[in-house]
């Protein structure tokens, strides 16, 4: 059964600092991967999905990479900005349909 | 930019009531989806829809959930007999289809309160 980890549950950093969020998976056979941001009380939005065939992405000052092999992905945001205080979800897609996801690291930036 | 939307936006049910969760998915997209977020827990997948019929659904979805697409924009979710433990946020999201793999997109939620 495929799990979702995400380290660290929570991260601190002052503003204009870069920052990696870590993903990890234990069932490398997937169809693709999403990052969402999640805001208090909110739904979740769709920041970046890689396929598996894909080892990155880039939007913005964000940049998600995977090594499928291994059961990673990681999320970089580049000059953390208060704005990006939320909490940021990693989901893997197995067979084209139900995502699964971590339980989030919770970022706060600080100005 | 094209957006799922749910209503209502926050439901409180008596225990043992049932209860209508709808949403409008975007406008082109093929795939439906509800998940659910019980609060300081993990999203979790409960039904997938596609061509009118269920695809896949989770242990989680039992005799108590359905779902159904009633005319051509709306997408709804049922428990018929709510449960405390049912009280959560449930998140209808949607795909559209493609060569290549799309994004599931996510509504705001409608936080559901068992009382």
């Known amino acids: 059964k495929q799990e979702v980890t995400q380290i660290p549950a929570a991260l601190s950093v002052p503003e204009g600092e870069n920052l990696v969020l870590n993903c990890s998976f234990t069932?490398?056979?997937?169809?693709?991967l999403q990052w969402f941001r999640q805001d208090p009380g909110k739904g979740l939005t769709s920041l970046l999905l890689?396929?598996?065939?894909?080892r990155e992405q880039t939007s913005g000052r964000l940049n998600a990479s995977l090594d499928k092999s291994s059961g990673r992905s990681t999320l970089y945001i580049a000059a953390s900005q208060p704005g990006d205080s939320a909490t940021y979800l990693c989901?893997?897609?197995?067979?084209?349909?139900?995502?699964?996801f971590g339980k989030g690291t919770t970022l706060s930036v600080s100005s | 930019e094209p957006e799922v939307t749910q209503t209502p936006s926050h439901q409180v049910t008596q225990m043992g009531q049932e209860v209508i969760l709808r949403c409008v998915p975007i406008?082109?997209?093929?795939?439906f989806y509800w998940y659910r977020q019980i609060l300081g827990q993990k999203v979790e997948f409960l039904v997938s829809?596609?061509?009118?019929?269920?695809?896949?659904k989770s242990e989680i979805f039992d005799d108590q959930f359905s779902v159904e697409r009633p005319d051509g924009s709306n997408f709804t979710l049922k428990i018929r007999s709510t449960k405390l433990e049912d009280s959560a946020m449930y998140f209808c999201?949607?795909?559209?289809?493609?060569?290549?793999?799309?994004?599931?997109?996510f509504g705001d939620g409608t936080r559901l309160s068992i009382l």
């Open positions: 890689i396929q598996s065939s894909q």
């Open positions: 829809f596609y061509n009118n019929e269920i695809s896949e």
């Open positions: 989901a893997v897609n197995q067979a084209g349909t139900a995502l699964i």
């Open positions: 999201a949607s795909r559209g289809q493609g060569y290549v793999s799309q994004p599931q997109h």
């Open positions: 406008s082109n997209h093929l795939y």
């Open positions: 069932d490398s056979a997937i169809y693709n």
